[in-house]
């Protein structure tokens, strides 16, 4: 079966960048991506390339070969299902806010909605990929309303988990380390797959595409993330231990990285990992173990969360004990919002929970970051419940220039690793600082002896003081 036409629903973070290399790879094939969200269809039809709605290095340059050539962004959902043989559900599916599961499951209303809206819509039988990231054992909910919604036609689901990180996406995409697809084990699943594997094939080496079961692929995503975030809070958990005995978390990480069973990747201590996903899939795995009675596991599970708060927490903590117990009304400069470098995306940023720790005890916050707008911290900031909107526009402030960010300021803190923030006159801030002059490095990012040289106080994470 050769597919024509593609549509995506959910013109996101993955449905975007999805798209764009599949349309870019496939010239043949027709790919629209629609979302209900016009403002974001309108920005990913913008003239002026820099005003996409994701900052992603390289997607700039795949969105002007291939738009309007065979990729399209659209608001007319109905007539893209109408029309494509294949669907992608790539739509949130966030952390439930209300009722049963509040706070730990998934919330698939958005992708109820599709499948309703398919099913409604749909005058031919269609393939359906997942590509959001789902808990096990939805493609039978999808395909059970599916098959009662419509008027008869066929459904295959297929779950097309993606891999992607922000800051790297397109170089995921381009060169992944796999691509997963799972499907039923009948005729009509196998059929439906090998349509999706001769579309990543125009790219993808074929030893590179797994194929599985439908339930395994489900699985494999959030275990995916929950490994790689497991290792973070392994490596954070011990950063705190390395404050207390004078071994350099670094070297730790270094020492251990080299073992190639473990490996090197994923062990940088931080002030936490943040991010639309991590912590809401390792919820979600909480959850749905909880759901079938396995305590243990779930507790295992949970503990990596447990550890990324605490880790967070504790920054906080160390900036309020280092500057005398007491930062009200005194300023401190962040450097960085995004949850990492290389992104607009500030989604579960440990930079938010941290400002407003720091906010409660009364500290002024001024923030630069090379990419997150100033609308979107404070949107950020709004949302953090015990802060009021009296003490943001008085305590909070958000500024174009790190030089500026740091004037009279009493302490620097890097939240997000952005090169930039290596190339800075480290000299000039300490100047222009009031001292003593501290820094609160999140990312271990500076070079310790040369920051000590300067005259800075120097707090890094698993560093002995
Ligand atoms: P996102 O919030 O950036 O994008 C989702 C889009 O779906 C939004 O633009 C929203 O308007 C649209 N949408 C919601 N309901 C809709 C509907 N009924 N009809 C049409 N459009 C609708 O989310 P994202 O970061 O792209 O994540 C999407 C999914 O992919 C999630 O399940 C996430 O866990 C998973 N994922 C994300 C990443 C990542 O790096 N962000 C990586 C891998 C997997
Ligand atoms: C993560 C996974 O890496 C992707 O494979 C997955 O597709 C994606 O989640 C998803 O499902 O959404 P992402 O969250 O975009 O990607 O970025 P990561 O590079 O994984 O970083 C996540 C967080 O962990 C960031 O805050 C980062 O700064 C932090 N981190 C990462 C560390 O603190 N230390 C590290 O060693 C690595």
């Keep these: 079966m050769k597919i024509k036409n593609i549509c995506c629903i959910g013109a996101g973070y993955v449905g975007g ?102 099913g409604e819509v749909a005058k031919s039988d269609k393939i359906i990929v997942e590509k959001s990231t789902l808990p096990v054992k939805t493609a039978a909910a999808i395909k059970n309303i599916l098959d ?11 779950s097309n988990p993606e891999f992607l990180a922000e800051g790297t996406a397109m170089r995921d995409l381009e060169i992944p380390d796999r691509v997963l697809i799972g499907g039923t084990q009948d005729l009509y699943g196998k059929t439906a797959i090998n349509a999706l594997v001769d579309i990543y094939k125009s790219w993808v080496p074929e030893k590179n595409i797994l194929t ?45 990285g080299m073992d190639s069973r473990i490996g090197p990747k994923f062990l940088n201590a931080s002030v936490g990992f943040g991010g639309s996903c991590f912590q809401k899939d390792i919820l979600n795995l909480v959850y749905i173990c909880k759901s079938l ?10 503990q990596v969360i447990n550890i990324n708060n605490h880790q967070k927490d ?25 949850f990492k470098k290389d992104t607009n995306d500030s989604r579960e940023s440990a930079a938010i929970y941290v400002a407003g720790r720091l906010i409660e005890e009364k500290a002024e916050i001024c923030i630069y970051d090379p990419k997150v707008t100033k609308n979107q911290i404070f949107r950020d900031l709004e949302n953090i419940s015990n ?6 526009k008085n305590l909070v402030s958000v500024v174009n220039d790190p030089y500026e960010a740091s004037n009279n300021s009493h302490a620097v803190a890097i939240l997000t690793e952005w090169d930039e923030f290596k190339e800075l006159d ?19 990012i500076l070079d310790r002896k040369d920051i000590l040289k300067i005259g800075f106080s120097y707090r890094g994470i698993g560093k002995s003081l």
């Design 17 to 118: 960048p999805t798209m764009a290399v599949i349309a870019q790879k496939n010239p043949n094939i027709n790919v629209e991506v629609v979302d209900i969200n016009h403002e974001r269809i309108k920005a990913w039809n913008s003239d002026n390339l820099d005003k996409l709605p994701i900052y992603e290095p390289g997607l700039k340059e795949v969105i002007k070969s291939c738009r309007n050539r065979n990729l399209f962004f659209s608001t007319d959902i109905d007539n893209s299902i109408l029309k494509s043989e294949m669907i992608f559900i790539s739509v949130n599916t966030p952390t439930k806010t209300y009722g049963d599961g509040k706070g730990m499951a998934a919330d698939l209303k958005y992708v109820e909605l599709c499948a309703r809206k398919i």
């Design 148 to 158: 009662t919604v419509s008027s008869g036609y066929r459904f295959d689901i297929l």
């Design 212 to 256: 599985t079961n439908l339930w395994s692929s489900e699985l494999s995503k959030l275990t995916a993330n929950a490994f790689l975030a497991q290792r973070i809070s392994s490596i954070n958990s011990l950063s705190e231990l390395c404050e207390h005995t004078d071994a350099d978390i670094d070297e730790v990480a270094k020492a251990i």
């Design 293 to 302: 009675g396995l305590n243990e596991v779930a507790d295992y599970w949970k």
């Design 314 to 338: 504790r920054f906080a903590k160390n900036i309020l004990k280092s500057l005398y117990n007491t930062i009200a009304g005194k300023k401190i400069s962040f450097y960085g919002w995004a």
């Design 387 to 392: 802060i009021d909107n009296k003490s943001l």
């Design 426 to 444: 480290w000299n000039l801030i300490y100047v222009n600082m009031k001292k003593p002059a501290f820094i609160f490095d999140g990312r271990n």
